[in-house]
């Protein structure tokens, strides 16, 4: 995933034997690492390119958001998780499966307010873990995952498909 924040792209950088959190200007200049430890993925960025989020390998396979001036790290999960962020930056959404999973469609998406930013809200320290976020105050849920913040909590969306079809090929005529 690439992200794009107050004029700089935000990616998973793939090395020899590992892959790094990094960014660079929308020029092409300034390349560097945000983390020197192995990731899986990069996630996604504070409306104002001071926090970005990465999988994998950190502090044994959670989800954190980064800071990007002091590399301070804060779990946001204890596993994989995609998370987002509202326009305003103060709202941060989580939901607990990753894209592309099979269990997307039973996941749930957190709308945690941070009216202060990341790096000054109290995260449970293991991260949400389902048990752990009804400690946050102000969390509200929507039943659907990997969704398209709107302009406030009460705005988004989210793709939807079902099939149906007629798995014998038998004509219905």
């Known amino acids: 995933m690439v992200s794009l924040a107050a004029g700089q792209?935000?990616?998973?950088?793939?090395?020899?034997?590992?892959?790094?959190?990094?960014?660079?200007?929308e020029d092409g200049s300034g390349l560097n690492h945000i983390l020197e430890t192995q990731i899986v993925e990069a996630g996604g960025v504070s409306p104002d390119g001071e926090w970005a989020t990465?999988?994998?390998?950190?502090?044994?396979?959670?989800?954190?958001?980064?800071?990007?001036?002091?590399?301070?790290q804060r779990r946001i999960c204890a596993g994989p998780c995609v998370v987002q962020w509202s326009a305003d930056g103060k709202f941060v959404y989580v939901s607990a499966a990753s894209r592309g999973s099979a269990a997307v469609s039973a996941a749930r998406t957190y709308i945690v307010p941070i009216p202060h930013g990341v790096g000054l809200f109290d995260?449970?320290?293991?991260?949400?873990?389902?048990?752990?976020d009804k400690q946050l105050a102000g969390i509200r849920s929507i039943p659907q995952a990997d969704i398209a913040p709107g302009p406030d909590p009460q705005t988004y969306a989210f793709a939807s498909a079902v099939f149906q079809g007629n798995l014998f090929r038998i004509p219905l005529h």
């Open 54 to 72: 990465a999988g994998g390998n950190l502090s044994q396979y959670g989800t954190s958001a980064v800071s990007v001036r002091d590399r301070v």
């Open 9 to 25: 792209l935000f990616f998973r950088q793939l090395g020899g034997k590992a892959d790094y959190l990094a960014r660079v200007q």
């Open 123 to 132: 995260w449970p320290e293991s991260g949400m873990d389902g048990a752990g």
